[in-house]
T-cell receptor, first 111, second 115 residues
Framework: TQLLEQSPQFLSIQEGENLTVYCNSS?????LQWYRQEPGEGPVLLVT?????EVKKLKRLTFQFGDARKDSSLHITAAQPGDTGLYLC???????????FGTGTSLTVIP | DARVTQTPRDKVTEMGQEVTMRCQPI?????VFWYRQTMMQGLELLAY????????DSGMPKDRFSAEMPDATLATLKIQPSEPRDSAVYFC?????????????FGPGTRLTVL
């Protein structure tokens, strides 16, 4: 049983479109991270959110942590082929830095 | 720039053989994680160390898997005997412990295939 469920599992869109990826749980997290993983490589951290309701922007990417700190979303505006990859959310449930990873969303942006 | 290194990058072995994967964490990082990634299960935490001491290895099958940190620059994950269901990509990550939102820096992974 996965602690964090992501949706959709797969997403294929045209360049220039917008998209949102969701990360949901019934558990409360002290912090949540989003990673992107490209084929043949390890995940790379995009952002960390620590406060309920927090919104962070990274160029065309907008990350939001739910008010109750049980869920998060990643919105990409005007997607580009370089955004293609596996997006993973990861939540920490206590003050340690052991993170539980979500099921992943595989994004393909078609030129 | 500083990176986590893992060896080997690819390993093909036969069922029953011993497999040892090695990881060199980023110099100065005091926390090391071992993960396994498969299509079915995603990224699963196997074990993690802080200051070379194992903090949690509950995700690891104890009968065949073992993880150690002989020194601060080397972490090892051993499978003996290996089974086909162990086929996966194994990632090592390192970070600075002590805060809930510390970044983990991942290595490139070891792709293990057990025939």
């Amino acid at each position: 049983t996965q602690l964090l469920e992501q949706s959709p599992q797969f997403l294929s869109i045209q360049e220039g479109e917008n998209l949102t990826v969701y990360c949901n749980s019934s558990s409360v997290f002290s912090s949540l991270q989003w990673y992107r993983q490209e084929p043949g490589e390890g995940p790379v951290l995009l952002v960390t959110v620590v406060t309920g309701g927090e919104v962070k922007k990274l160029k065309r990417l907008t990350f939001q942590f739910g008010d109750a700190r049980k869920d998060s979303s990643l919105h990409i505006t005007a997607a580009q082929p370089g955004d293609t990859g596996l997006y993973l959310c990861a939540g920490a449930r206590n003050t340690g830095n052991q993170f539980y990873f979500g099921t992943g969303t595989s994004l393909t942006v078609i030129p | 720039d500083a990176r986590v290194t893992q060896t080997p990058r690819d390993k093909v072995t036969e069922m029953g053989q011993e497999v040892t994967m090695r990881c060199q964490p980023i110099l100065g990082h005091n926390t090391v994680f071992w993960y396994r990634q498969t299509m079915m299960q995603g990224l699963e935490l196997l074990a993690y160390f802080r200051n070379r001491a194992p903090l949690d290895d509950s995700g690891m099958p104890k009968d065949r898997f073992s993880a150690e940190m002989p020194d601060a620059t080397l972490a090892t994950l051993k499978i003996q005997p290996s089974e086909p269901r162990d086929s996966a990509v194994y990632f090592c990550a390192s970070g600075l412990g002590g805060r809930a939102y510390n970044e983990q820096f991942f290595g490139p992974g070891t792709r293990l295939t057990v025939l």
